[in-house]
């Protein structure tokens, strides 16, 4: 999980950084990434500016003799789409939740270690498969999946694997923007601790202990066509 506490004991425990800093540094990464996204796309296909809003639901997160639940709430986000085909796109976004880590005994005891608020935060980088050979359609199933760094913030930060899934619909207007309707998934892997496993007599093996944050959510998307939009041309 992720609101790092070292339930095994020998060294570790919370990583404490400069938040703003990181967090100012994702958004120059991003925005960089963007306009390089924009310069190679205008005169290849066509470019979509999404802006996300989203429900996250909760998730209970085990460690070894404790336990968190990530609390549900808003995620915003946003993010370019390219086509460089009819129905196939490459995405990049970026997506925040700000929740709290309260953390529970295995008997559901509160455990006071401080502030518990936080948030999740997601660069991501997806594919995604649009359904339908018609290239009027006004209504376009799709499903993609994506990868990349989830930054989890308490009083420190930490950069994790990250990956995520989605199933939903556009539905296009007359004019450049158009509706993203969708379910989604996203997860967050880290490392809390280490187990000790006996291989053969004698022998003890130190292996990492893995938690994951798996949340799922509802949500959509406002679409705006830069590339009908001749916004550079």
Not at 154 to 177: E, H, L, N
């Amino acid at each position: 999980m992720l609101v790092s506490v070292n339930v095994k004991g020998g060294g570790g425990g919370l990583e404490h950084g400069p938040e703003a800093n990181n967090l100012k540094k994702i958004l120059l990464i991003f925005t960089l990434l963007c306009s390089f996204i924009v310069l190679k796309a205008q005169n290849e296909g066509t470019l979509i500016f999404n802006a996300y809003g989203s429900y996250s639901f909760a998730d209970k997160v085990h460690f070894d003799n404790t336990y968190t639940r990530v609390q549900d709430g808003f995620q915003w986000g946003t993010g370019f789409e390219f086509f460089p085909i009819q129905n196939k796109s490459f995405e990049l976004k970026y997506l925040r939740l700000s929740t709290h880590f309260p953390l529970y005994q295995d008997n559901g005891t509160l455990i006071p270690y401080g502030n518990d608020k936080g948030s999740l935060n997601y660069i991501l980088f997806g594919v995604n498969n649009y359904f339908g050979k018609k290239p009027n359609a006004k209504i376009l199933p799709y499903a993609g999946l994506e990868a990349g760094l989830g930054l989890i913030s308490r009083d420190y930060t930490r950069w994790r694997f990250a990956w995520g899934g989605k199933v939903g619909v556009k539905i296009k207007t007359s004019s450049v923007m158009s509706l993203n309707l969708h379910t989604y998934f996203q997860s967050i892997v880290s490392s809390f601790g280490t187990d000790f496993w006996p291989v053969i007599p004698g022998v003890v093996v130190a292996v990492p202990s893995y938690a994951a944050i798996f949340q799922i959510g509802i949500g959509g998307a406002l679409c705006f066509d830069l590339t009908n939009a001749k916004l550079f041309k």
